[in-house]
């Protein structure tokens, strides 16, 4: 667990954008358990490569003109059991932050792992985010 001091200002970096941050277990069922529409959850992080691609990636994908309902994130390593759970709708891709999943009517359509991150720009990954969109939203 990291110290809030420390997070407060990466957790913004998304929630400040318009993302809703989930904090506790049944927070992500009644999110993700939604049946209809669809929701961008990003597991952020405190590593460099969230800084550097994953956030910025993700609030350039937002500003497509098709783009999800819903807008949410977790935070890795600091609201444990909300990373947990909503690890449990991102099987059968193993635990990766940071990562951005994509969910269409409950179900999972469009993952990326922190290998689709790391050493791509952040404009490649909103670029990918962005085709995603344009095919499940």
């Not at 990466?10 to 809703?20: E, P, S, V």
């Not at 059991?81 to 193993?94: G, M, Q, S």
């Amino acid at each position: 667990m990291y110290p809030i001091e420390l997070v407060q200002p990466m957790a913004k970096d998304l929630t400040d954008f318009g993302f809703k941050s989930l904090s506790n277990p049944e927070e992500v069922i009644n999110v993700l358990e939604n049946k209809e529409g669809t929701v961008l959850l990003v597991v952020n992080s405190v590593c460099g490569c969230a800084a550097a691609n994953a956030r910025p990636a993700a609030k350039m994908a937002i500003q497509n003109s098709i783009k999800p309902d819903n807008l949410y994130t977790v935070f890795a390593g600091v609201d444990k059991e909300a990373t947990e759970k909503a690890r449990e709708y991102l099987l059968p891709y193993p635990p990766s932050s940071p990562s951005i999943a994509l969910f269409k009517d409950g179900n999972l359509v469009h993952m990326i792992e922190r290998h689709h991150i790391e050493g791509r720009s952040a404009h490649a990954i909103a670029d990918n985010l962005v085709s995603a969109f344009n095919a499940y939203c």
